[in-house]
Every structure is written in C-alpha cells, then in structure tokens.
C-alpha cells in the first residue's frame, strides 16, 4: 500500500528529493512540472541511476506518451514486479492529471492510494502546463497525500552565475561575472538554452577567458534581447542601427505582431526606467517592480531611459499600443512595412 506523506512546499519538495536521491530512498510518486527542463531532465536521470541498475533499464524503466494512456494501462505497468532490481521506474509524460474523466480519476485515486512500494511513478508537465482544478478535491485529496509535486523553476541569477562559470570551466574556460550576466541577458535565464550556447562559445573562443565579442560572435540571441538593442538604438538615435536589427528579425521570419509586443514591452519597462530617474529611485526599484534577478538588466534600463524623456517613451507606447490594435483588426496591413513606419515616427518623435 502506498505510503501517506505530508505535501511540502514547493522548494521543500526539490529539497527534498535531493535528499532522498542522495539517501537512495526516492518516493512512489512525482509530479515534475516547470519551465526550466534542463533540470528535470537532470533530476530524472538521477532517479533512473538510484533506482535501476544499469544494464537492466529495458525490464525496470518505462516512458509512458500521456496523450493515449489508460489509468489500465499505467496501473499494469505500475503493478509489473521488477526484474534484478529492487524498484522500478515509469515516466509517464504529458497526461493531464485534472482532465481524465470520471471513471480515469477513480482508477487513478486507486492506484495512488494502493501503489505498489516497488514501484515510482513520476508524471512528467512537459509540452502541457500542471493546473490543479481544485474543484476535483478527491483527486487533489490523493496527489496532495501520496504524490509529491516538483516544480523545476529557472535558478535564481547568482545560482545561474555560479553554475555558468562551473560549465565553462569544465571546458577549460574562464568568465567573469560581468560577462555571466550579459550571457544571461543574450541567451535567457534557462539552463537549457544555455548549455548550446556554452558550448558554442567554449568551442569558439581562442583565450582561456571568455569575452563579450566571443559571446557575440556565435551566440543566439533571444528576441528580446535583439529587441532591447533595437528599442536602445532608437533611444540614442541611431536610427541606422535599429533599421538593421529590425531588418534581421524580419529576414529570421519572425512574426511582425511578436516583434512590436516585444518592443511595446520593452518600451514600457523603459519608461518606467525614466520615471524612476525623474523621481530618483534606483536601480533596485526597478528591480523590485519587475521582478528581475539580476541588476544588471536593471542597469541597462537606466541607460537606456538616459537618453529618453518621459513624454517620448509616453508617446512611443501609445504608438505600439495603436499599431497592435490595427495588426489584429485591419486586414491585408503590412505588418512589416508599420513595423519600419513605426522606427521612423519613433525617431522623429
């Protein structure tokens, strides 16, 4: 019979099952969900290496496609005596928990409440988002009781920073944290983007240190990253500059209604930079108000709204706002050539 538990919060879960891993003792049932994957995947394979021996991972380690599965079929899989091992494993992903019908959450909450001790079975949140409908408080009674959700966040910017600098020297390179954080600000707080972009740029670079032109050169730059140095140019009326960017993230076909709600975003958050100027706030304000990690793009903020006014960035937002009611509403716009018109009003504004 599956054994009760104390549901715990959400880092005292991840806490949690570290401890357990590293007592070699996990429990009977996860729910993993969250958007940093990388460590999910990493906390999964701890579990496969604790519980299966190697070698024998074909008879004791099961991976479920959730779109199709019966609660039938996971509890024969689940009650399958383990061979040469004393547990086994079941990965069962994407299998919205909260939208089995009637019949599927009984059998569910059955075998929750009678899961065999020989047996871990961990729901996987991959392409879908964990919702818990309270409304279900039978099936929300047995997971907060026999299973323990997991939720994978992105890593606080000093933990991200730490664990940059440990992947760039295992490939026998050095970064500072300066150049940490703008890597950051380049390519997103995600461990899992980032460990291409390790690569790339430890493969690239020919000094043992890693600098900002090393990042640059082969780096992949999220969209709001670009969009930042486009809404920057604009601001310090380099207007040659902006054109070319916006030209690049129109040539990489991205979607002209994406780039404007980037840059009306973006735009916002620099308008804020200069009320907190004018009213002589700091960068931690700015922080605090969009709940950044890090300073550092709280500094780049500030610079940016050095160049502005606050009636400009006032103006520049009405203007994106304006131009995103008619991209959703007039049809046959040119969404790219407003997109430009729009640069070019900045600019005279």
Not at 14 to 24: H, I, N, P, S, T
Not at 80 to 86: D, G, K, L, S, V
Not at 274 to 303: F, Q, T, V
Request: glycine share 4%; net charge neutral; hydrophobic share 40%.
């Amino acid at each position: 019979m599956a054994y009760k538990r104390k549901a715990p919060s959400t880092n005292e879960a991840l806490q949690k099952l570290k401890e357990d891993l590293a007592g070699g003792t996990p429990g009977c049932a996860y729910i993993f969900y969250g958007e940093e994957s990388y460590l999910r995947e990493h906390y999964l394979e701890q579990l496969r290496k604790t519980l299966i021996p190697a070698g024998f991972e074909e008879f004791n380690y099961h991976r479920l496609d959730g779109k199709d599965l019966t609660i039938q079929q996971l509890t024969e899989t689940a009650e399958a005596m383990p061979m040469m091992a004393e547990r086994t494993l079941i990965v069962v992903t994407d299998l919205d928990l909260f939208k089995l019908n009637e019949e599927q959450r009984e059998k569910l909450i059955a075998l929750l409440e009678d899961l065999p001790p020989y047996c871990c079975i961990v729901f996987v949140y991959d392409v879908l988002e964990y919702k818990p409908n309270r409304t279900m408080k039978k099936l929300c009674k047995a997971i907060s009781t026999y299973v323990t959700p997991v939720e994978f966040r992105a890593a606080s910017s000093n933990d991200l920073v730490t664990w940059i600098a440990r992947r760039f020297k295992a490939l026998g390179k050095e970064i500072n944290r300066q150049n940490a954080e703008y890597l950051i600000f380049l390519c997103g707080g995600l461990m899992t983007g980032l460990v291409p972009e390790i690569n790339k740029i430890a493969a690239y670079a020919k000094g043992k240190a890693i600098t900002q032109k090393d990042i640059d050169a082969v780096a992949d730059p999220i969209l709001s990253a670009e969009v930042f140095k486009l809404t920057d140019a604009v601001a310090q009326k380099n207007y040659d500059l902006a054109a070319s960017i916006l030209g690049d993230l129109l040539k990489m076909q991205i979607e002209p209604i994406m780039i404007l709600a980037a840059l009306g975003s973006q735009l916002r958050r620099i308008y804020t930079a200069r009320m907190a100027i004018d009213s002589g706030k700091d960068n931690y304000w700015l922080m605090k108000l969009w709940e950044m990690k890090s300073d550092y793009p709280a500094k780049l903020l500030m610079s940016a709204a050095k160049h502005t006014t606050s009636d400009w960035c006032a103006d520049a937002v009405t203007m994106c706002q304006v131009l995103d009611r008619r991209m959703k509403s007039e049809r046959g716009l040119d969404a790219a050539g407003e997109l430009k018109l729009l640069l070019v009003r900045l600019g005279a504004k």
